[in-house]
């Protein structure tokens, strides 16, 4: 069996600042999904760039933004899936950027910009590994790579599901590498297997048909009051949600689960006291202490985005405010249904009165999960080690969403994320970045996983 971790390692040290360019080009052409500016453009770049890579590329239209397939023939009659989207979160606050969010900009042995780490650095990483290990291999990978890049993942991929559904036959495959994968403090990869669905809603009431002198508050009613009424009815100060029904169908980690989360905490001693620096808290939230901050996870949420009503400038502006907004968003469990979820909302909100309450579903991703003795899982963890030098961390459920579940679903098969972060790339933030060792270790990687897939 040929060893081409060598050859990999040659290749990508000699031809680095290529795909360190090709990052700033792409990451140099705004795609924020949630202000529509620059969708098209970007999803053309994507498909070029699988163009220039010798891949064939076909974008597929959606009710929203473009999905963007290439391929790649292997030799073998194995076909590994690699998700990745081209859009990006808003810049917003400019002032808190050290650089301009879209002119990419290498510091200190990192690359700056918006979209770096989430996740375009990560795409062209995986374009990197694909050049290498052809090239170790004469010219031909050794299995079959079709790269999924969608342009709504930040918008919770409202049409992904459909889109696969459409295209099974298209995307055939035997397991997906996701996006989004992270080195640990102590320098090994973090292998998530599952994330929590989320349910994405605007709530927003209109009392007035405008702005009104407050010397009228005695009779006019504020929306501001209105609004902030609805929304804490929806949690208590326990963090306990208490809209009827919302925990019956959650699922409780397993003993493997509780025992992955004891690992976790037992190698790493110092996470509480390094997330409080980090974040720059006394205490956390529903005052979790201990091993409860990993095995809390498996708890859904309620958070409030944002929330806006009325005159927020200097100084005062006595009115009485005729529109209130709230963004809210729920992290679901393993178990959970986002759309049973959207339901029992607003059947909550009209019990307690709010049917003036408008209540706008703006996203929603199911949660998904993947068995850990799946042999992909193994593929993951078995190459990583040998990459990175130390046994990485599996970790049964993770914060945050994917569309994995409507991949995982629909072709019934195993998801895995590897990626090139680290736990502090600033991902959603001002100063995004990634460092540059986490894009060169981040390529080996995939590319040893390629070519471990196209043998298993």
């Known amino acids: 069996m040929k060893d081409n971790t060598h050859a990999v390692k040659i290749f990508i040290d000699t031809h680095l600042e290529r795909y360190l360019d090709e990052v700033c080009e792409l990451c140099a052409q705004p795609s924020v999904s949630a202000q529509n500016w ?7 770049l994507v498909e070029d760039l699988i163009r220039r890579h010798g891949g064939g590329a076909e974008t597929y239209d959606t009710p929203r933004n473009p999905v963007v397939v290439g391929r790649f023939a292997g030799h073998s009659d194995r076909t590994l899936l690699l998700y ?5 979160q808003p810049v917003e606050p400019l002032e808190l950027w050290t650089n301009p969010p879209f002119e990419p900009t ?5 690359i700056f910009g918006r979209g770096t780490k989430d996740d375009k650095g990560e795409w062209i990483a995986r374009l990197a590994a694909i050049d290498a290990l052809r090239a170790a291999y004469g010219g031909t990978l050794p299995c079959s790579v079709i790269c999924v890049v969608e342009g709504d993942e930040e918008m919770s991929s409202p049409h992904i599901r459909e889109f696969v559904r459409q295209h099974q036959a298209l995307l055939g495959c035997e397991g997906a590498i ?3 994968g992270d080195i640990g403090r102590d320098g090994y990869p973090i ?3 599952g994330v929590r669905g989320i349910l994405e809603v605007e709530l927003s009431v209109r009392t007035l048909s405008h702005d009104a002198h407050s010397g009228n508050a005695h009779i006019l009613p504020n929306a501001a009051w209105r609004l902030l009424w609805a929304v804490s009815a929806l949690k208590g100060p326990d963090e306990t949600v208490r809209i009827p029904g919302f925990y019956e169908r959650v699922q409780t980690p397993s003993e ?10 037992e190698a790493n001693p110092a996470l509480a006291a390094q997330l409080k620096n980090l974040y720059d808290v006394r205490s956390f939230a529903g005052g979790r202490t201990g091993e409860d901050l990993l095995r809390s996870v498996f708890s859904p949420t309620c958070n409030i985005q944002g929330i806006g009503s009325g005159y927020q400038g200097s100084g005062s502006k006595t009115i009485v405010p005729s529109v209130a907004t709230a963004k809210i968003d729920f992290r679901l469990v393993p178990g959970q249904d986002p759309e049973d979820i959207a339901e029992k909302l607003r059947s909550y909100l009209d019990r307690l009165g709010f049917r003036d309450v408008d209540m706008t579903v703006m ?3 199911g949660p998904a999960r993947t068995d850990p003795a799946d042999p992909l899982v193994r593929i993951v963890t078995d190459t990583a080690a040998a990459i990175y030098g130390g046994s990485p961390a599996l970790v049964p459920l993770i914060g945050g969403s994917s569309p994995g579940y409507a991949f ?3 072709l019934g098969i195993p998801v895995v994320t590897a990626g090139i972060g680290y736990w502090d790339n600033r991902p959603h933030a001002p100063n995004e970045h990634f460092r540059i060792e986490d894009f060169i270790q981040g390529t080996r990687h995939l590319a040893a996983i390629l070519d471990a897939f196209s043998r298993s």
């Open 38 to 44: 620059g969708m098209t453009e970007c999803g053309q």
């Open 84 to 88: 990745n989207h081209y859009d990006v």
């Open 106 to 110: 290498r510091r200190d042995g990192k």
């Open 178 to 180: 996701w996006e989004g």
């Open 191 to 193: 292998v998530p297997l």
């Open 256 to 265: 493997q689960d509780l025992a992955y989360f004891t690992s976790l905490w």
């Open 363 to 365: 996203g929603w991703m």
């Open 408 to 410: 995982a679903d629909t």
